[in-house]
């Protein structure tokens, strides 16, 4: 099995979601094989998950003060900081060996990427239903999936390091009484890779052990290439015309 390999390196939120969408474009249309990506973000960013209302879930102003973008997800799920970690997406016509069974099924297939990348980093993780990676019992991944013209979309954070502090001056809470004890129960129950390996560990190094990780757990050759000017010009059109905007990114 082969997938079309990226590396797209750091990006704007919208011009991320933008080419997460017109790669799903792409392959839907058959004119791109079946893709893998890796990606960062620049500047750090807030996504929220489809269904969310921004006006619950981020503190506007100040992502506006610390220039923290907001974006909208095509997939559902909660509010993601990004800000040092590795992100992969994935795009596969939903008749795909990798895509088959339920969408469970599809998640633990697809994240066993993930557990090989920590594993090749000699770190013990698995899968936890529905939709995250954890070792020692602390989360590392999120993912999220969407289904859509035929294709499945799934992406997900490895995180590499985690200012769960700097977090929440970013995201809002349901009461400031009890703000305090959140962070500390979300200090308990997420980790990092750094943290795990006990020092400093960037993008660039995480980049060959999960593109070792997906081609081993996944049982495919990733074929290196670049995104064609057609998917480029489509996601420079998506950022703009869609996840820049304010009535995308405010819908709900």
Known sequence: M???YLETGFNPAAFNMGLDEAILNAVAEGRQPPTLRFYGWKPRAVSIGYFQ?????????????????????????????????????????????????TILDSYKTICAGVVEG??????????????????EGKKLSGNAQT?????????GTVLLSVDVDEMFELLKVPSEKM???????????VSSVSAMLCRDFGYKEA?????????????????????????????R???????????WVSKR
């Open 2 to 4: 082969e997938l079309r």
């Open 53 to 101: 209302g921004i006006e619950d879930e981020v503190d506007g102003a100040a992502c506006a003060r610390l220039g923290v973008d907001i974006v909208r997800r095509v997939t559902g799920g909660g509010a993601v900081y990004h800000a040092d970690e590795l992100t992969y997406s994935i795009v596969l016509p939903e008749a795909h060996d990798l895509a088959r069974g």
């Open 118 to 135: 920590l594993r090749i980093l000699g770190i013990a993780a698995e899968f936890a239903p529905l939709n995250d990676v954890v070792a």
């Open 147 to 155: 289904r859509k013209r035929s294709c499945l979309l799934q992406h």
């Open 179 to 189: 703000k305090g004890k959140l962070i500390e129960d979300v200090k308990a129950r």
């Open 207 to 235: 980049l060959p052990a999960f593109r070792e990780g997906f081609a081993k757990a996944l049982s495919a050759s990733l074929a290196a290439g670049e995104p064609s000017e057609a998917e480029l010009d489509d996601a």
């Open 237 to 247: 059109r998506l950022a703009i015309e869609k996840f820049g905007e304010r009535s």
